[in-house]
């Protein structure tokens, strides 16, 4: 079947912030501005809906300068765009506190849309059947199968192959599509990595990251996916961005080696040595510790959203 017009475009995790990583060397914000002006050119072009897999926000409360300038930018964009919540979305990761964001206040001032079961009719191909899983939320058989295609759009941490530290017993992309027969498209977003992964003629497709935030991004190449539902293919579209040398910096290294290091000793101060390794990052090694420990998801995730904050590169 021949190719014809997208249907969709997707993509995840812009973490939109006011502020700056440190391995950034630019102007952060106008380089976030320029990835999001490619992509809703893009949708322009194309005349299709842009899908976010969730954490369109680095955080939950954004500054109301940060707001006023997302809001003129995306103020005259047509297709709409359209979200889930991810975790940096939500204040405690409660999705019963979303119009308290950021995110709520671009919903309410209709920016953008929360993307439910059904694809509201001014989008293009509005007869895929749509079903979403916001961050907390695990997949599940679709209710029905009303449209021509099923498709499911998850915000939870999915690998392609292989855990991405020691101990993770990680979901992988084959296995949800074994498991999830029933939809032809699974659109992952948290990982921050960009992969496809296919399984008899259906894809999951992890867009990654918006931006480059980290110095283990270096090799990074921001992205978006096109979505033929008619055919149901993808077609992967690379955004222009400057090289990893003209706008970020390795020279923060060794002051968070340090800080790595004064944080395992500290946990190791705690009596809690025979659970860490040496050799290991600190946010490696808390992993680690949750895998050998009974520690609730929602304990972890307030951890691991302290860590961020507290090793943010």
């Not at 021949?2 to 939109?16: C, E, G, M, N, V």
């Not at 999951?204 to 270096?218: A, F, H, K, T, Y």
């Not at 340090?258 to 809690?272: H, P, T």
Request: proline share 5%.
């Amino acid at each position: 079947m021949s190719i014809k017009q997208p249907s969709l475009i997707l993509t995840a995790d812009w973490h939109i912030r006011g502020d700056a990583p440190v391995c950034r060397t630019d102007d952060f914000l106008s380089a976030q501005l320029n990835k999001i002006q490619q992509i809703t050119h893009l949708a322009r072009k194309h005349d299709c809906a842009i899908v976010i897999a969730g954490d369109i926000g680095h955080r939950p409360f954004w500054s109301n300068k940060l707001l006023t300038t997302i809001i003129s930018n995306l103020r005259n964009c047509n297709p709409p765009i359209l979200v889930i919540p991810g975790q940096h979305d939500l204040p405690g990761h409660n999705l019963n506190r979303i119009f308290d964001t950021g995110l709520g206040v671009l919903l309410k001032s209709g920016i953008i849309y929360n993307l439910d079961t059904t694809l509201s009719t001014n989008v293009t191909c509005s007869d895929i059947n749509v079903h979403t899983f916001p961050y907390g939320e695990p997949m599940a058989p679709p209710t029905d199968k009303t449209g021509r295609r099923c498709i499911a759009i998850t915000h939870q941490m999915v690998v392609k192959d292989v855990a991405l530290w020691p101990g993770q017993k990680p979901l992988k992309a084959r296995g949800l599509l074994r498991k999830f027969p029933e939809y032809d498209l699974i659109v992952s977003g948290d990982n921050h990595q960009t992969f496809v992964e296919t399984w008899k003629g259906r894809f999951l497709v992890n867009p990654g990251s918006l931006m480059r935030s980290s110095i283990d991004q270096w090799e990074h190449r921001p992205s978006v996916f096109l979505y033929y539902a008619e055919s149901n293919t993808v077609e992967q579209v690379f955004l222009k961005v400057p090289s990893a040398e003209q706008v970020m910096t390795r020279a923060h290294v060794k002051n968070k080696g340090s800080k790595d290091d004064r944080m395992n000793a500290f946990v190791n101060r705690l009596g809690e040595t025979g659970h860490y390794s040496d050799g290991q990052s600190f946010r490696n090694n808390l992993e680690s510790f949750f895998e050998k420990n009974k520690v609730s998801e929602k304990v972890k995730d307030v951890i691991r959203e302290a860590v961020a904050e507290c090793l943010e590169e």
